[in-house]
């Protein structure tokens, strides 16, 4: 890229951290300092403002970069993530958000334990609350490295490396110092601006094609070299069984995995009621829906107007469509509407992944400090406080991240994220589930519930041809792979839900049905919720 991309994308980032950055200031002066203000920015957050932090939350460099480069590649068969991170929201508005409001205080392990003994379910909880989002961070780091490796014109491994440690540095600054309240306006600007970029670029999208969504169909099918297969399905999922049921595996993960993300269900304790809880996810759902929409248009768009070859030349994972379809339509390389445009939508995905490993750090410190060290700290030892831990966690997933994110750098970050959604579905869904609607569920199954998903998640990542065995996979070189499919949602999520059934049914302890009818109640109507 020219000379005048670079220093008016930079401009423009440095513009946005100096905000962020100013708003984590003030907010640091006028905070409290306890655990509410720092877990749940004192509650005070109304459903619309909290509608567009879960917007800014959920809509990452996964959707920004991720779908459409992945729809710009491989055209219908990358719709399935635009479709099933829509549809994953009416999970978490009829079954999760008003009840979790309602029986927790800051974390998923808050939920859990309302009816369990506390130790052994806030341990199992917060593992996997942390791995889960020790997984989503990675996808923002490799978003991140592909972004500004795009923007200083190559993807020399220094730039990669330096940005991805710059992007960790200033989340761990955002939570240590700005809290819930800090993180929660950065994500409202930052959906304000990705809204209204989406929107732009989609506009001359249609432009381009005289507002004929069919000739833009068909000018990506032609330009693809698929022809009409491109817009049918089986391009990337359809080649053989083991592709199909990677189709559904990855289906399951992204429509079951949303209700389980607790940086998602952080989101519902910032709201002073459940009501406001459940009007928080109906504005959630209409920005997020507007959004995924416009994803579409900006995949076919990138390639009908930039081509797959091109994207693919860029970054094979196709995490760079988005900001060379701006390139494009502000009228190539060289012009001043190019480099504006392009300038304008680099820093606005810059913008997103900040805003996002902010609110996932914030979620995955508050599980550290909140559910493992309040579990794990003896008693007669020296007490720090819950916010001290929490900072001093955002600083060590803040490492992992990064280190991770180094690692998996030619990824594409859409994929990445479908990884972390199985888990969740696999290790957080489950036990939520059974502990707000079965009545018999006990504390074993509670751990095995979590662990029962978590543990086959991660070790069939692990043997998987995301690892090893495949030309892109993250260890070309050697092949250990013994499980097929990408996705491990389709086996690890049932295997979530039987672990915890087994676990009661095998357990001594006899259910607490006093406790699990306190719960309801407080569930269904917020009497005696925080």
């Not at 907010?27 to 619309?48: C, D």
């Not at 809880?277 to 076919?300: D, E």
């Not at 509407?337 to 750090?361: H, Q, Y």
């Not at 579905?425 to 489950?430: D, K």
Request: charged fraction near 10%; proline fraction near 3%; charge should be neutral.
């Amino acid at each position: 890229m020219s000379s005048d991309h670079q220093t008016l994308a930079l401009l423009l980032f440095s513009a946005f951290i100096a905000v962020t950055l100013a708003i984590t200031t003030w907010v640091s002066r006028n905070r409290r300092g306890s655990a509410e203000e720092f877990y749940a920015g004192g509650r005070l957050f109304s459903p619309m403002e909290n509608g567009f932090a879960i917007a800014g939350d959920y809509m990452s460099a996964a959707s920004f970069l991720g779908i459409s480069g992945l729809i710009a590649l491989f055209g219908y068969d990358g719709l399935l993530y635009s479709v099933g991170f829509l549809v994953a929201w009416l999970v978490v508005l009829m079954l999760v958000a008003e009840l979790v409001r309602n029986c927790g205080r800051f974390t998923l392990a808050d939920v859990v334990a309302a009816r369990m003994t506390e130790r052994p379910v806030r341990i199992a909880a917060g593992t996997s609350s942390v791995t889960v989002s020790v997984l989503y961070l990675v996808a923002q780091m490799v978003g991140a490295g592909s972004l500004v490796a795009l923007l200083l014109g190559g993807t020399g491994e220094a730039a990669r490396t330096w940005t991805v440690i710059g992007v960790g540095a200033l989340m761990v600054i955002y939570v240590s110092f700005g809290g819930m309240r800090a993180t929660t306006w950065i994500q409202i600007v930052k959906a304000v601006l990705l809204m209204g970029g989406a929107i732009a670029l989609t506009v001359l999208v249609l432009v381009r094609f005289h507002g004929d969504f069919n000739q833009l169909l068909n000018s990506a099918a032609d330009r693809s070299g698929h022809g009409k297969d491109f817009l049918a399905p089986g391009l990337k999922y359809g080649g053989d069984w083991t592709a199909r049921f990677d189709f559904v595996s990855l289906a399951l993960a992204l429509v079951l995995g949303t209700a389980g993300l607790p940086h998602i269900l952080s989101r519902f304790y910032t709201v002073p009621t459940a009501r406001a809880a459940r009007r928080s996810v109906v504005w959630a759902i209409g920005l997020i829906g507007s959004f995924y929409l416009m994803t579409i248009v900006l995949g076919f768009g990138a390639a009908a107007v930039v081509g797959p070859d091109e994207v693919r030349a860029s970054n094979a994972a196709g995490n760079t469509a988005v900001p060379l379809l701006a390139l494009d339509l502000g009228g190539g390389a060289g012009s001043t509407g190019g480099t504006v445009l392009f300038a304008v939508v680099a820093a606005i995905a810059f913008a997103t992944i900040l805003a996002v490993v902010a609110g996932i750090t914030l979620a995955s410190s508050a599980s550290v400090a909140h559910d493992l060290y309040a579990s794990l700290r003896r008693r007669h030892a020296r007490q720090y406080s819950e916010v001290t831990v929490a900072r001093v966690a955002a600083v060590g997933v803040g490492a992992a991240a990064i280190g991770l994110g180094l690692l998996a750098q030619d990824l594409n970050v859409a994929f990445l994220v479908g990884l972390a959604f199985a888990v969740a579905a696999s290790a957080n869904l489950p036990v939520l589930l059974y502990s707000l609607f079965w009545r018999a569920f006990t504390t074993r199954g509670a751990v095995w519930s979590v662990y029962g998903g978590l543990a086959p998640a991660v070790l069939l990542v692990l043997f998987s041809p995301v690892v090893s065995g495949s030309a892109d996979a993250l260890f070309p070189g050697v092949d250990f792979h013994v499980f097929p499919l990408q996705n491990p949602g389709l086996v690890s999520i049932p295997l979530g839900f039987l672990a915890g059934w087994i676990g009661t049914v095998t357990s001594p302890e006899m259910p607490d049905r006093a406790r699990h009818a306190e719960t309801e109640v407080r569930s269904l109507t917020g009497a005696g919720a925080v």
